[in-house]
């Protein structure tokens, strides 16, 4: 059984140059754990620090409780796969496959059969004889997989493997790659920013923000119960509703619409609400929280409507997702807000109000 511990982890280039501040994290055998934030979050440093192609300023990388900090990243026995596939082009598809077994000397049998058994599971059999070049993009991800496959290491270690891909087949190869690794039963991380990527392949989510963890959990409760408004803004296409609200006794207000705020938290001034377009609806007699806007902007998402609306006495406006099939007033049209779906954030630290979290 493999462990991974970051124990931590600080990574400092230059004075005010800190890509990665204080990472902890634990990987157990058969998870996937996927890195998630924007660009500059730090999020492929880590992943280098792991590998050993970098080296920590602070911390410690550990693997089944050995400290690898001074270990080379050949003698670590992780395998990588990169944003750029990184296969040898004078090399054919079998040689690519086998590059890493051959420099630890396996032996020639040994070889063929395990780059058959891999080359077989992604359908690589019928290219082992053809160079990169003649190869799509598709094909030479699955050839940069295959490679990091048939090493059997004990962690896998993945740089935004799909990015380079059309968005058909970077919906393919993700599904090809959930199951792939579901059966390899490793430890995987996995760096992303497509979110999407990060809530169908992960067993947990990291979401990073200027190298610190911002909130490990599974992906239903990095959607659903988010720690703070960055993970609740960055998670979620279309992104949530984010609003700032005056307080008054006990209650937020939007516009006219008087929300009670959680108990607890009736002495605020000022939260910070937030809601998903998808739990917001056409309002009827029976709803608790409504808000009446203006219509300013209909996009038209083939199955539903993403419609922004203004909300008058409030500069703010909601964005919500419709049936097309349904009609409204433009001018004067009626919302309801789900009580159940709404997040409450401190407007000082931007924590979850809810979440236990100091704010």
Request: a neutral charge.
């Amino acid at each position: 059984m493999a462990q991974l511990k970051l124990e931590n982890l600080k990574k400092q280039f230059a004075p005010n140059v800190i890509p990665v501040k204080d990472i902890s994290l634990t990987v157990n055998d058969g998870d996937f754990i996927t890195l998630l934030g924007p660009s500059g979050c730090g999020k492929s440093t880590l992943l280098r620090l792991i590998a050993g192609l970098e080296k920590p300023t602070n911390g410690k990388v550990i693997l089944d409780e050995k400290e690898l900090n001074n270990i080379p990243p050949g003698d670590r026995n992780m395998a990588m796969v990169f944003q750029s596939y990184a296969l040898y082009p004078h090399m054919s598809v079998f040689d690519n496959i086998a590059s890493a077994l051959k420099i630890r000397k396996i032996p020639p049998e040994e070889i063929k059969n395990r780059v058959s058994v891999v080359s077989s599971n992604l359908g690589l059999t019928d290219l082992l004889n053809r160079k990169p070049k003649q190869l799509s993009g598709g094909q030479r991800q699955r050839v940069a997989l295959a490679r990091a496959l048939v090493r059997k290491p004990d962690v896998f270690l993945l740089d935004e493997p799909l990015s380079n891909l059309d968005a058909l087949l970077r919906e393919k190869v993700r599904a090809e790659l959930k199951q792939l690794f579901a059966n390899q039963n490793k430890p995987v991380i996995y760096v992303t920013h497509d979110q999407t990527e990060a809530m169908t392949l992960s067993s947990k989510v990291v979401v990073l923000l200027d190298g610190l963890i911002q909130q490990i959990d599974t992906p239903d409760r990095i959607y659903n119960q988010p720690a703070n408004k960055f993970v609740a803004g960055f998670v979620g296409s279309p992104q949530m509703n984010l609003l700032n609200l005056e307080c008054k006794q006990g209650s937020a207000l939007l516009g006219e619409t008087i929300i009670p705020l959680p108990k607890g938290n009736e002495s605020l001034s000022e939260v910070d609400l937030g809601i998903r377009p998808e739990d917001i609806t056409l309002a009827t007699e029976n709803h608790k929280i409504t808000v009446t806007g203006k219509v300013l902007l209909t996009e038209n998402f083939g199955r539903e409507l993403l419609v922004s609306v203004e909300i008058p006495n409030s500069n703010h406006f909601l964005r919500i997702l419709i049936n097309p099939e349904l009609q409204w007033n433009e001018n004067n049209i009626k919302l309801a807000l789900n009580p159940n779906k709404l997040h409450w954030f401190c407007t000082n630290t931007g924590n979850s109000i809810l979440s236990g979290i100091n704010n």
